[in-house]
């Protein structure tokens, strides 16, 4: 049997652009993706804490250092700028795999969406 867990998760940061014109995803800072451990392409899901919305899409990567955080196609009439969110990514593993695993937890700033320190 497998369950599913939570791999990453990318904690408070805030919409910095929706575009509602574009194919659909969310595009972050490539720096977010890096320490977070995520992979473009990805399945997210993408908790907004300023409404309670909450829908799954996936991952582009947006320029390095920009504190990019775009919310892109049908996501963008969901969660606006301004808003923050979380982000979260899931695993299938074993029960016995997930008893020791631990997810990757980001802290970024929650206003620049750059990583601290």
Known sequence: MTIEVLRTKIHRITVTEANVDYIGSITLDEDLID???????????????????????????????SGMVCMNGPAALRVKVGDVVIVLSYARMSVEEARVFRPTIVFPNERTNRLKG
């Open 35 to 65: 320490a977070s451990g995520l992979v473009e392409g990805e399945k997210v899901t993408v908790l907004d804490i300023t409404n309670g919305e909450r829908l799954d899409t996936y991952v582009i990567k947006g320029e390095r250092g």
